[in-house]
């Protein structure tokens, strides 16, 4: 069992920056693929970035070069540093681990709240 907990959100201009964390417990952090997802408005939840355990990461094409994803395995933690923000990046973001072995196993976080005023 994983708990994973978000925090950073908040309102932001077009082209700032935000920092979202995600704090994860109760398992053992390095064998989970940890990934943020984002949900906006009448949208389905879709994929913004993801890295392994490893340091592998995978980003959304609408976010390459301004997103950046990264852990530190030893404080089970995992960031997510956006930067030139659109008002389309709007949306609750949601920490999510998963399993590396064993997919179906995953654990979300409550969801925190990014809006990019134009």
């Known amino acids: 069992q994983v708990q994973v907990v978000e925090s950073g959100g908040g309102l932001v201009q077009t082209g700032g920056s935000l920092r979202l964390s995600c704090q994860a417990s109760?398992?053992?952090?390095?064998?989970?693929?940890m990934g943020w997802y984002r949900q906006a408005p009448g949208k389905q939840r879709e994929l913004v970035a993801s890295i392994t355990s490893t340091g592998s990461t995978n980003y959304a094409d609408s976010v390459k070069d301004r997103f950046t994803i990264s852990r530190a395995n030893a404080k089970n933690t995992v960031n997510l540093q956006m930067n030139s923000l659109k008002p389309e990046d709007t949306a609750v973001y949601y920490c999510n681990a998963r399993h590396a072995l064993v997919p179906s196993i995953a654990y979300w976080g409550q969801g925190t709240e990014v809006t990019v005023s134009s």
């Open positions: 109760g398992s053992i952090f390095s064998i989970y693929v």
